[in-house]
């Protein structure tokens, strides 16, 4: 693992729902749940999961106005409780890892790399998912959009996230999926991979990564790669 010795001391962050996990049929499950507890056509999947990325209470407002519902924003926020009752309860029914996170995982953190999840998903749902399965602890931290001053695409939550396991920004990486996690890596001014089999509106490629990932398979080397290059100091 001579090759990967530069990851001794960085910090990878990474984005949950879409890029560690494929937790998309269980997020369209709970909004289907309430959309159809009120009496609503349920969401399309593959019309629902490009909206992933911008957070669930986005996502159970869009079914609501692709159903017609009258006023979906207050609807949203009336029935956003009833959608996280169900989707605790059910938060690991299908999710799963994507192929080979876990191995890609173990491979960091072996090498020396703290790893910290930065979500835009409240922190004890995120917690609640990794601990289903079995992956919390391959993490030295998890920030949630409800524990930062600001959520991604603001750069105060990834900034914030290293902050929380005493990383060093210089030597940070960024894992995503989206332009959430593009534009807060962009701002802090970190290295940036994204997975090209994510939850994204715009396709992950226009969003111009240092990596663009097809696999789990090849992060490890990505990282190694692109620290490498990076400068030794920056603001921690």
Not at 50 to 68: D, F
Not at 117 to 132: E, M, Q
Not at 145 to 160: C, F, Q, R, S, Y
Request: aromatic share 6%; hydrophobic share 45%; charged share 20%.
């Amino acid at each position: 693992m001579a090759d990967l010795d530069v990851l001794n001391g960085a910090t990878i962050a990474f984005d949950l729902d879409g890029t560690l996990v494929d937790s998309a049929p269980d997020l369209m499950g709970a909004v289907n749940a309430v959309l159809r507890g009120e009496g609503y056509r349920p969401l399309v999947y593959e019309a629902g999961r490009p909206y992933i990325s911008r957070g669930a209470r986005w996502l159970l407002q869009r079914g609501l106005e692709a159903a017609g519902a009258t006023d979906p924003e207050a609807r949203t926020a009336a029935l956003f409780g009833r959608f996280i009752t169900h989707y605790r309860d059910h938060i690991a029914d299908e999710s799963q890892p994507f192929p080979g996170a876990i191995a890609a995982l173990t491979t960091l953190r072996s090498a020396g790399a703290t790893l910290v999840v930065c979500t835009n998903k409240p922190t004890g749902l995120s917690r609640d998912l990794l601990a289903k399965l079995d992956m919390a602890g391959l993490f030295h931290g998890v920030v949630g959009i409800d524990a930062v001053t600001a959520a991604k695409p603001d750069p105060a939550h990834l900034i914030e996230a290293v902050q929380a396991v005493d990383g060093n920004l210089g030597r940070t990486i960024m894992v995503g999926d989206a332009d959430t996690d593009a534009g807060a890596a962009r701002a802090a001014g970190t290295r940036l991979i994204l997975v090209d089999f994510g939850y994204t509106e715009t396709p992950a490629a226009q969003l111009s990564p240092d990596v663009l990932l097809h696999h789990f398979d090849e992060l490890p080397r990505a990282c190694a790669h692109l620290l490498a290059g990076a400068p030794s100091q920056g603001v921690t």
